[in-house]
């Protein structure tokens, strides 16, 4: 959902975003949850140990279920799902739809409709450990960029005012996302002095520019296990 001019957007990301916890661990729940439901009835029944290895959650174990079953009432509480709680049994987790407002999923048709939209998450995130690592801004600013983006090997921008009406992320979340993204290798951001409007006397608009680079990470991490043979298992996903 868009908003007016100097305004933030109030969209599902922010609000997964501010309501709490800088793990990434429901970001990357609801985007396993997405891949998990992509059938009708668009539900799934897992333990939160095994959740938790699917996340990749680092250790002590004793934590996992309560980090799991956190992240799940926030998505719970986004109307991003639904859960059902059965007594002695793993919770039915039902997606709903991707706008928060609490109505039944419908998986994206690749229509022209603005409110149709869908981006792919590519598989490689999921096989290389940089994706693990992130944090909350990491993710979001990874989300958005991918949703954002005109073509894979083009470097992408916004304004500010625009960024604040599409995206709504706070500045410090924007900056610190982006700082992640770059350590993790997976981000080129630099400043690019972007062509004027033809005909205007102004001078030609700095801008900062992203580039994701998902797979050539994912492929060097491969090449590393193969050498040393070490890593963390990983979890192929795909949206």
């Given at each position: 959902?868009?908003?007016?001019?100097g305004?933030?957007?109030?969209?599902?990301l922010?609000?997964?975003?501010t309501?709490?916890?800088?793990?990434?661990?429901?970001?990357?729940?609801?985007?396993?949850?997405?891949?998990?439901?992509?059938?009708?009835?668009?539900d799934?029944?897992?333990?939160?140990?095994?959740?938790?290895?699917?996340?990749?959650?680092?250790?002590?174990?004793?934590?996992?279920?309560?980090?799991?079953?956190?992240?799940?009432?926030?998505?719970?509480?986004a109307?991003l799902?639904?859960?059902?709680?059965?007594?002695?049994?793993?919770?039915v987790?039902?997606?709903?739809?991707?706008?928060?407002?609490?109505?039944?999923?419908?998986?994206?048709?690749?229509?022209?409709?603005p409110?149709?939209?869908?981006?792919?998450?590519?598989?490689?995130?999921?096989?290389?450990?940089?994706f693990?690592?992130?944090?909350?801004?990491?993710?979001?600013?990874?989300?958005?960029?991918?949703?954002?983006?005109?073509?894979?090997?083009?470097?992408?921008?916004w304004?500010?005012?625009?960024?604040?009406?599409?995206?709504?992320?706070?500045?410090?979340t924007r900056?610190?996302?982006?700082?992640?993204?770059?350590?993790?290798?997976?981000?080129?951001?630099?400043?690019?002095?972007?062509?004027?409007?033809?005909?205007?006397?102004?001078?030609?608009?700095?801008?900062?520019?992203?580039l994701?680079?998902?797979?050539?990470?994912?492929?060097?991490?491969?090449?590393?296990?193969?050498?040393?043979?070490?890593?963390?298992?990983s979890?192929?996903?795909?949206?």
């Amino acid at each position: 959902m868009g908003a007016g001019t100097g305004e933030h957007a109030e969209t599902p990301l922010k609000r997964l975003v501010t309501s709490g916890g800088r793990d990434g661990i429901t970001l990357r729940l609801y985007l396993a949850l997405l891949w998990k439901c992509s059938a009708s009835p668009y539900d799934v029944e897992i333990p939160a140990r095994l959740w938790a290895e699917l996340l990749g959650l680092e250790p002590p174990v004793e934590t996992y279920s309560r980090r799991v079953n956190g992240a799940v009432k926030r998505l719970e509480d986004a109307n991003l799902i639904s859960v059902d709680r059965r007594r002695g049994k793993p919770s039915v987790v039902t997606l709903l739809d991707e706008s928060g407002d609490g109505s039944p999923y419908r998986p994206p048709r690749g229509s022209k409709d603005p409110l149709d939209r869908w981006v792919r998450v590519p598989i490689e995130l999921w096989q290389g450990d940089s994706f693990y690592q992130l944090g909350t801004p990491g993710l979001a600013m990874l989300l958005a960029i991918l949703a954002e983006r005109n073509k894979p090997n083009e470097p992408m921008w916004w304004s500010i005012s625009q960024f604040q009406r599409r995206i709504g992320l706070a500045p410090t979340t924007r900056a610190r996302g982006v700082k992640q993204l770059r350590e993790a290798g997976l981000l080129t951001a630099e400043r690019k002095r972007l062509p004027s409007v033809p005909g205007s006397f102004a001078n030609d608009p700095v801008r900062q520019t992203y580039l994701l680079h998902l797979g050539e990470v994912a492929t060097r991490r491969r090449r590393k296990r193969a050498v040393d043979g070490k890593g963390k298992g990983s979890a192929s996903a795909g949206r």
